[in-house]
């Protein structure tokens, strides 16, 4: 995608100014991959991560506490000098960041900007697919995520909108980020897990696999393994960074007001982490999901 070509992601966002801080928020550890690509493509500017671990996972709770636990976490990083925040979170991208950018941003920040993964990941999955209407008949995506993003309908909603003939087929993985979550990514089981959920899929014949959760990008090779060479996986934890860098190419005016390179470490910014519950595991499989060893501090939201 060249810089002057126009992205979804322009148009589900008020236009807003942001400066200081890129905020990025998720209710666990999955958000921190997002993270790390974000630093590796961007590296100069001036991070603040936070997880909202205390109350995670989100997959199974109402739109309406997810909206409320949302707010409270956009609430924390505005004052905490973001100007514009990536919900790095799939369940919160689908309940609560239309009403976020619909309702709260104008009424309480309406200087600020707040983006999410679902629909970077959407346009991914479009350009990606491979199936041919003329051929093999219509393009076939699977989805799948937490309950939570199943079943709000946000992926059919966001997919149609690109191609109204494309087949999609989702299935809710309950038990992926309690997995993670656990540190149990590597248990034996989990290969067992991962079959159950994605043969439905399979026998669809679906050539393109959404991850839904920014969690799952730790199972990719796994899910590689299992659904072949020939299905196409779009991870988020790749294409966010690539989504926002071309974001800033095309809105020069947000870019420029982000601080860059203002930390210790030459080449590259300042990036704070925070924790709803700051526990030895945050810091364990925290720095395991970054890919380099973090320190964080402990809020309440």
Excluded at 190 to 217: A, F, Q, R, S
């Amino acid at each position: 995608m060249n810089k002057n070509t126009t992205s979804n992601w322009d148009k589900q966002t008020t236009g807003l100014t942001p400066q200081n801080s890129i905020g990025v928020f998720d209710s666990g550890f999955g958000g921190l991959t997002i993270l790390r690509g974000l630093v590796k493509e961007l590296p100069l500017y001036n991070y603040l991560y936070l997880g909202d671990t205390a109350r995670a996972p989100y997959g199974n709770r109402s739109p309406e506490i997810i909206y409320d636990f949302t707010k409270q976490a956009v609430d924390f990083m505005f004052k905490n000098n973001c100007e514009i925040i990536i919900i790095a979170c799939n369940t919160a991208s689908s309940d609560a960041l239309r009403r976020i950018q619909k309702e709260y941003l104008p009424k309480y920040y309406p200087d600020k900007k707040v983006l999410g993964v679902l629909i970077p990941a959407a346009e991914e999955a479009i350009i990606k697919t491979k199936s041919q209407l003329s051929a093999t008949g219509p393009k076939k995506i699977g989805v799948i995520a937490t309950e939570g993003t199943i079943f709000s309908g946000a992926f059919i909603r966001e997919l149609k909108k690109l191609d109204s003939k494309v087949k999609i087929f989702q299935n809710a993985c309950p038990l992926l980020v309690p997995i993670i979550e656990a540190g149990e990514q590597n248990s034996p089981a989990v290969k067992i897990i991962l079959e159950n959920y994605l043969k439905p899929l399979e026998k669809k014949g679906i050539d393109t696999l959404i991850l839904g959760c920014t969690h799952y990008g730790i199972f990719e090779n796994q899910i590689k393994k299992i659904v072949g060479p020939n299905v196409n996986i779009i991870s988020e934890t790749k294409i966010i960074s690539k989504k926002l860098k071309n974001y800033f190419e095309r809105h020069p005016e947000i870019e420029k007001k982000i601080s860059r390179n203002s930390g210790v470490k030459l080449g590259q910014g300042i990036i704070n982490f925070y924790s709803t519950d700051l526990t030895k595991k945050f810091i364990l499989l925290g720095s395991k999901f970054f890919g380099k060893k973090i320190t964080a501090k402990k809020i309440s939201l």
